[in-house]
Nanobody
Framework: QVHFTESGGGLVQPGGSLRLSCAVSGSIFGIKTWAWYRQAPGKQRELVALISPGGNPNYADSVKGRFTISRDNAKNTVYLQMNAMTPEDTAKYYC?????????WGQGTQVTVSS
């Protein structure tokens, strides 16, 4: 069974930055497309960014130019660098396989953007 351990969330002021990390257990990491998702209160979970096994990224329009997804296959870890953050980025962030995720999810990491 694959497990996801997200970390790096917190409280940040508008315009600030955070870097999220997601450690993925199991031996399949290198062959999968991984993604970051987020869910704000009262809203559906949405895809934020994904990265192919070869390292090619894709982003939701709402984060394009501000967020950067990356992966380290040696560490089985996916990262999300978030810059120029706005209150609309407030949500719990999750990682999972792209582009829709499996049925099981990690605990996520809370990101709050507020002054």
């Amino acid at each position: 069974q694959v497990h996801f351990t997200e970390s790096g969330g917190g409280l940040v002021q508008p315009g600030g930055s955070l870097r999220l990390s997601c450690a993925v257990s199991g031996s399949i990491f290198g062959i999968k497309t991984w993604a970051w998702y987020r869910q704000a209160p009262g809203k559906q979970r949405e895809l934020v960014a994904l990265i192919s096994p070869g390292g090619n990224p894709n982003y939701a329009d709402s984060v394009k130019g501000r967020f950067t997804i990356s992966r380290d296959n040696a560490k089985n870890t996916v990262y999300l660098q978030m810059n120029a953050m706005t209150p609309e980025d407030t949500a719990k962030y999750y990682c999972n396989v792209g582009p829709t995720g499996w049925d099981f999810w990690g605990q996520g990491t809370q990101v709050t953007v507020s002054s």
